[in-house]
């Protein structure tokens, strides 16, 4: 399997660290308000590929962190005169309901900064041990031209660095041994979260929580630590940073990152009036179209969103799930279990399919030709699955489909339908029920139609229903 590393700007074969497993890093968001859709590329694209891994057998740890204590929630904790605790945590639960909208696997470990404040203590303590960092009125820095590899990632050279940093200097910064040095450690203004240190009460800098929680779930060394191609520079650099001269140890093997994505072709902005939360997007679209969608292009090539690729997006995904809607009608005819020779043969030629998703895969996740090969498979099924197919001969195909599009995160089950009086005739049994005092049956009824995606509420003037 190969990945292109930006470390060597060069696609490697992946070995792992530890035979058959996979210790894999994606940075996650500053939960302030609803994700954005460019927020949400590297949540789809990093769930592939660990889905790929899993189909591939090993075992994955993948941690994801949510960033719970930063300027932009105090900003909106104090424009809504609630707590920073409050927003961080509304934000977090909006946003698992949008990552379980676009089908992503729950993630082995999701740290929050705010519950690892003391193992970054200690890390700080051990570069400023080492050397690699320094107090300056309650404030920790980092000591950046200490640590020789510094740029290694981004490619970038310390002396361009140290040319365009200089105007980067702003009030209080001047206190820095060198303008390239960047905090640790801050001291607390009024009306912000605190926590004691040796210091002063204060809070972490941003990058040293990546760094902290990697290491304490995944350990000092990992396969994978991957992000958009925006966290190169400054953050992911920082991190190798502080990691590799706390541990002493190369930081990540591999460092994956995603493109950006570009909303009719111009960047995402809130000014440009081009900006979509995912909710928006949901309100629209089932959100596994915007997956979809997502995975059609490369990982590491810009991605462009609008209107008509999102529809066309949606008519792809369709055929995938019409064709398999259309396995399982036939499955639910059909006679014979035992496959035909001409069938045999067909299954052959449709393992050949598998064969070139694969080949996709392996080719540092390109899913764009994996989504080929699956829509190859999907034209196979309706030129040859019929009528008269076997059981044997559906049921095969329907799984090699189901395998696939499980790698892709696609969900290829439509959701049944449910018609409003439908609705109706079965809340009216379920309150016959209820009047009987037969509780078990209103009690099935109220999960069936929960399971169909109705939600029941019983209010003084009856019972109400909405879909949910
Ligand atoms: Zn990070």
Partial sequence: MKIYNTMSKKKEEFVPLEEGKVKMYVCGPTVYNLIHIGNARPMIVFDTVRRYFEYKGYDVNFVSNFTDVDDKIIKKANEEGVSADEISKRYIAECKKD?????????????????EIGGMIEMIKTLIDKGYAYEKNGTVYYRTRKFKDYGKLSHKNLDDLQSGGRTLLVTGEDEKEDPLDFVLWKPKKEGEPAWQSPWSEGRPGWHIECSEMSKKYLGEQIDIHAGGEDLIFPHHENEIAQSEAANGKEFAKYWMHNGFLNIDNRKMSKSLGNFFTVREISEKYDLQVLRFFM???????????????????????????????????????????????????????????????????????????????????????????????????????????????????????????????????????????????????ADRIRDELLEKGIILEDTREGVKWKRA
């Fill in 295 to 441: 995975l059609s292009a490369h990982y590491r090539s810009p991605l462009n969103f609008s209107a008509e690729l999102m529809e066309a997006a949606k008519s792809g995904l369709e055929r995938i799930v019409t064709a398999a809607e259309n396995l399982k009608f036939l499955l639910g005819n059909a006679g014979t279990d035992s496959l035909t020779e001409e069938e045999k043969e067909n299954l052959e030629k449709a393992a050949a399919f598998t064969g070139s998703f694969e080949k996709a895969m392996e080719d540092d996740f390109n899913t764009a030709d994996a989504i080929a090969a699956v829509f190859d498979l999907v034209k196979f099924i309706n030129t040859t699955a019929g009528s008269d197919s076997s059981k044997g001969y559906l049921n095969a195909l329907y799984a090699q489909m189901k395998k696939l599009t499980d790698v892709l995160g696609i969900i290829i089950e439509r959701k049944e339908e449910i018609l409003d009086a439908d609705i109706e005739a079965l809340i009216e049994e379920r309150q016959a029920a209820r009047k009987a005092k037969d509780f078990a049956t």
């Fill in 99 to 115: 990552m379980e909208g676009m089908n992503i696997e729950p993630a082995t470990k999701n740290p929050l900064a705010t519950e």
